[in-house]
């Protein structure tokens, strides 16, 4: 069974900085970390940046120039540095892993950010 842990959410003030992980553990065969994903309240879940088995990323245009993904192949985490918070950055953050075959979900992480 895979397991999918985030962690590195919490509270920081606007301008503030934060970087979540993601590791993916047990019978991971393929399975690789490939996504974040956020969802504030009263809206639906978006993505927020996304990596390939290559190594292209790609973004929101929400977050571009602010965070930056990034993935320990060794380790199997997958990591999201978030600079320059905003309030509108508030929401839980998802990881997402798999396959072509394969979608999996972590629990999600809070992040917040005051103003």
């Known amino acids: 069974q895979v397991q999918l842990v985030e962690s590195g959410g919490g509270l920081v003030q606007a301008g503030g900085s934060l970087r979540l992980s993601c590791a993916v553990s047990?019978?991971?065969?393929?399975?690789?970390?490939r996504g974040w994903y956020r969802q504030a309240p009263g809206k639906h879940r978006e993505l927020v940046a996304t990596?390939?088995?290559?190594?292209?990323?790609n973004y929101a245009d929400s977050v571009k120039g602010r965070f930056t993904i990034s993935r320990d192949n060794d380790k199997n985490t997958m990591y999201l540095q978030m600079n320059s918070l905003k309030p509108e950055d508030t929401a839980v953050y998802y990881c997402?892993?798999?396959?072509?075959?394969?979608?999996?979900w972590g629990q999600g992480t809070q992040v917040t950010v005051s103003s």
């Open positions: 047990g019978n991971i065969f393929s399975i690789k970390p």
């Open positions: 990596i390939a088995t290559d190594g292209t990323t």
């Open positions: 997402n892993a798999g396959t072509k075959s394969v979608d999996l």
